[in-house]
Nanobody, 116 residues
Framework: QVQLVESGGGSVQPGGSLRLSCAAS????????TAWYRQAPGKQRELVAS???????YYPDSAKGRFTISRDNVKNTVYLQMNNLKSEDTAIYLC??????????WGKGTLVTVSS
């Protein structure tokens, strides 16, 4: 049974930092493409960062220079380091994993609130 569990969310002031974690069971992240998405109230889910099984990384413009995705194959965990957070970063952050040509697995998300 595949399970993805996100953690590390919370409340932070603008300019602050958080590190999110996505721990997996039932799969090995080293063999999966993994991504972080976020969904704010009333908005579509959007990609924040992704890392392929081979280690290639992608960020959309909204995350470049502020967010860093990384993977620890020993701990089977993917991280999202978020710096210089802005109010518009407030959202539920979700982890997704997918094997090549396979189905998506999603976690339930962790809430990030950026507010003064």
């Amino acid at each position: 049974q595949v399970q993805l569990v996100e953690s590390g969310g919370g409340s932070v002031q603008p300019g602050g930092s958080l590190r999110l974690s996505c721990a997996a069971s039932g799969i090995s992240f080293s063999m999966f493409h993994t991504a972080w998405y976020r969904q704010a109230p009333g908005k579509q889910r959007e990609l924040v960062a992704s890392i392929t099984s081979g280690g290639s990384i992608y960020y959309p413009d909204s995350a470049k220079g502020r967010f860093t995705i990384s993977r620890d194959n020993v701990k089977n965990t993917v991280y999202l380091q978020m710096n210089n957070l802005k109010s518009e970063d407030t959202a539920i952050y979700l982890c997704k994993a997918r094997p090549a040509g396979g189905m998506d697995y999603w976690g339930k998300g962790t809430l990030v609130t950026v507010s003064s």
